[in-house]
């Protein structure tokens, strides 16, 4: 690696577009130098490009405010595949070692991965990202690192594979491409945030990461080193505004405003009274607090028994023994890891990006709400492969062993 390289990632998301400018020292050490962070303004909807236009007016937005900050131009990112298409799924592939030696080579490797991703999936949808979770040599399990060298007849390999909609992608590409960036990498976000708010013990021992962003909401289950579960809903911060707005018959603006500014799931909630501004030129009206907290709290409350519905449906919930990190937008609520250790029944923490230095006005990104934007300029630690290349599947894999080993 060069004494120092500039990284930039990108995260498209339903409310949100950010840019984060970074720069890595001989060390590794990830410090950011400059950040855009605008609203997204209705070009996506559950994670997904709708308005192709208002995507770009985004990105170039972002990449105006980052280049201001840093001083730096911007050319590539890495960038993030989220949304209500992405899917999670657990694979695996075998292969005998016929050859006299038994030695495993790369080639096998190749082959074993290959096979992990001989399944059958919609037309319409295409493996995205592989993460081998662990590789098996003659029965012997628990193998992290390709076993290049050793020697066995068999070889096994147990992947989860990330599946997108294969148009959904090509519009993420295509907006940011139409901003003058190149994309030299995608990472489905579900990892990208683990890499910035999950402890190594944590992924190790079980847990579950529950990002609560504006379109959607992630679920993520890791156990023994390796992501084993990935389930993506269509809930989030936006339902949240639009409880607020009928509630409290407001625009859809105002009650952005208003979730923003009385977001509380505790008793201070009850206290006082809001005043609303009416639609369609009528006076205001008076709001109490006590209803704005009733009407977050059960729309957060469904949402977390969806979260906990999925983990069961797992079965591992009685092996996580770190428990659920939440992450995201909506994770600021205030009083949420308290609710969500009573919806869950396990115990919650909060999920701060971490492993990055922060300094003087990019320190506003120490906030759940960038986690994946922050977790992207990491990537590099991540053992999986991003299929988002042109070409055939086989010379992407190719192409990818080549960069691998």
Known sequence: MAKEEILNSLDIGTTKVCLIVSRIDEDG??????????????ALR?????????????IEEAVEQAEQMSGLKVKNVVTSVGGI??????????????????????????????????????????????????????????IKDPPCGLTGENLGVKVHLFMGAITSLQNVIKSINLSGIRVINTIPAPLAAALAVLAEDEIENGVALVDLGGGTTTVSVFLKGAIIHTCVLGLGGEQITGDISVGVRSSYEVAERLKKEYSYLTLQAEEGDIE???????????????????????????????????????????????????????????????FAEDVLKMPVRL????????RGEVSALSD??????????????????????????????????????
């Open 46 to 58: 559950k994670g997904v490009i709708i308005n192709l236009d208002r995507a770009v007016g985004a």
């Open 276 to 338: 609303v501004p009416g639609l369609g030129g009528r006076g205001s009206h008076i709001v109490s607090k006590l209803t704005m907290r009733e009407i977050i709290q059960a729309r957060i409350e469904e949402i977390l028994e969806f979260v906990k519905a999925e983990i069961r449906k797992t079965g591992y919930q009685d092996l996580l023994s770190a428990g659920v990190v939440i992450t995201g937008g909506v994770s600021n609520t205030k009083g949420i890891l308290e």
């Open 29 to 42: 050490g990830i410090e950011v130098l400059g950040y855009g962070s605008v609203p997204a303004a209705g």
């Open 351 to 358: 999920g701060l990006p971490g492993g990055i230095v922060l």
């Open 368 to 405: 759940p709400a960038y986690a994946v934007a922050i977790g992207l300029l990491s990537h590099s630690k991540l053992k999986g492969y991003s299929t988002f290349a042109r070409g055939s599947f086989g010379e992407r894999l190719k192409r990818w062993f080549q960069n691998f080993f």
């Open 85 to 142: 298409y992405l899917k999670g799924t657990n694979s695996n592939g075998n292969r005998t070692i016929s050859r006299g030696n038994k030695e495993i080579t790369r080639g096998d490797i190749r082959a074993v991965i290959e096979a992990s991703c001989e399944l059958s999936i919609p037309l319409d949808q295409e493996i995205i990202f592989i993460y081998p979770q662990e590789y098996i040599v003659d029965g012997q399990d628990g």
